[in-house]
């Protein structure tokens, strides 16, 4: 399997559940990236990894608490969501953070928070 | 200031036919790179093309091409000979270069363009 995997694709939880949201890549990056994509709005970074460290957080409430435990994986951890945090979330991952290389970006997880 | 103004919310372009994507970014850096994506309804977002700062020559990539106007700060996406598959949502993103290290990418709120045969 090649390239930036997210499972899963869509999501419905309730604003109650816990849930997680993988991301996986093939690609021998060191740096990788969560980005939340509303409705006809920007993509807006949520969290940079860069080497398994948390290198940047973008005011993102703690609601959502990202995990990297190698530099092939990174978890979003979800709970106690509002419905405005439905939104189409993607993962990417790049070389590094230090260099000009293209982000590659996995399918995404729809989520739907009711 | 928004750092990337992408003006065209929507665009029609006939089948075979070339259309040009608007782009305009705002920085105050010397050295930053300009990216393109592509997002079909997948939602899966597909790296198009990439133009640095001091790149004299306009970037190229098959029937891609950025029309990179450094003075005006634009970065137009042409894409040539349309195709139905090129319907999508475009996106213009900057990664600027700051203190030594890489910002994030800051991308533009996109422009949906359907191709029509």
């Known amino acids: 399997e090649t390239g930036v995997t997210q499972t899963p694709r869509h999501l419905v939880m309730g604003m109650t559940n816990k849930k997680s949201l993988k991301c996986e890549q093939h690609?021998?990056?060191?740096?990788m990236y969560w980005y939340k994509q509303s409705a006809k709005k920007p993509l807006e970074l949520m969290f940079v990894?860069?080497?398994?460290?948390?290198?940047e957080n973008n005011s993102v409430p703690s609601r959502f608490s990202p995990e990297c435990p190698n530099s092939s994986h990174l978890f979003l951890h979800l709970h106690t969501l509002q419905p405005e945090d439905s939104a189409l979330y993607l993962c990417?991952?790049?070389?590094?953070?230090?260099?000009?290389?293209?982000?590659?970006f996995g399918p995404g997880t729809r989520l739907t928070v009711t | 200031a928004q750092k990337i103004t992408q003006t065209q919310p929507g665009m029609f372009v006939q089948e075979k036919e070339a259309v040009t994507l608007d782009c305009t970014y705002d920085t105050s850096d010397q050295s930053y790179g300009l990216f393109w994506y592509k997002q079909p309804s997948s939602g899966e977002m597909i790296f198009l093309i990439y133009?640095?700062?001091?790149?004299?020559q306009n970037a190229t990539e098959g029937r891609y091409s950025l029309n990179f106007q450094k003075a005006r700060k634009s970065a137009n996406l042409v894409i040539s000979a349309s195709q139905l598959g090129d319907s999508a949502m475009y996106f213009c993103a900057m990664r600027e270069y700051f203190s030594g290290s890489a910002r994030q990418l800051t991308f533009g709120s996109g422009t949906q363009l359907t191709v029509l045969p």
């Open positions: 690609l021998g990056h060191n740096a």
């Open positions: 990894y860069s080497l398994e460290e948390r290198v």
């Open positions: 133009q640095g700062s001091y790149d004299e």
């Open positions: 990417a991952s790049s070389p590094d953070r230090e260099t000009f290389g293209e982000q590659y």
